[in-house]
């Protein structure tokens, strides 16, 4: 299954951004949000699996809101009062519950940008 993440664009400070991710097969399965830094490691954001249910890095609880219609095969991540912190590029993959080990391969991600 292919995984195209988009919707990231810039924001300032404050503001919020709606990220999808298209599958091109069915997404019945536990998937997540992770972002990158240059620099850094990959780190997991948010992760919903089959049945609704979900779990947030904590930096980003009560933020963020990770939600899928599987109608559809797509996967969302809401993204509100945004800081300067969250800029990065964005990736949705499937992943392992409850620990997020991502488990498929990467898709082109998303760019988020966070302006003061």
């Not at 919707?7 to 097969?25: E, F, I, K, R, Y």
């Not at 990959?42 to 779990?55: I, M, Q, S, W, Y």
Request: with cysteine; net charge positive; hydrophobic share 35%.
């Amino acid at each position: 299954v292919q995984l195209q993440a988009s919707g990231g664009g810039l924001v300032q400070a404050g503001g919020s951004l709606t990220l999808s991710c298209a599958a091109s097969g069915s997404i019945f399965k536990t998937m997540g949000w992770y972002r990158q830094v240059p620099g850094k490691e990959r780190e997991l954001v948010a992760l919903a699996d089959g049945n609704g249910v979900t779990k947030y890095a904590n930096y980003v609880q009560g933020r963020f809101n990770i939600y899928r219609d599987d109608a559809k095969n797509t996967l969302y991540l809401e993204m509100t009062s945004l800081k300067l912190e969250d800029i990065a590029v964005y990736h949705c993959n499937f992943g392992q519950w409850p620990t997020g080990q991502p488990l498929g391969s990467w898709g082109r991600g998303t760019q988020v940008t966070v302006s003061s």
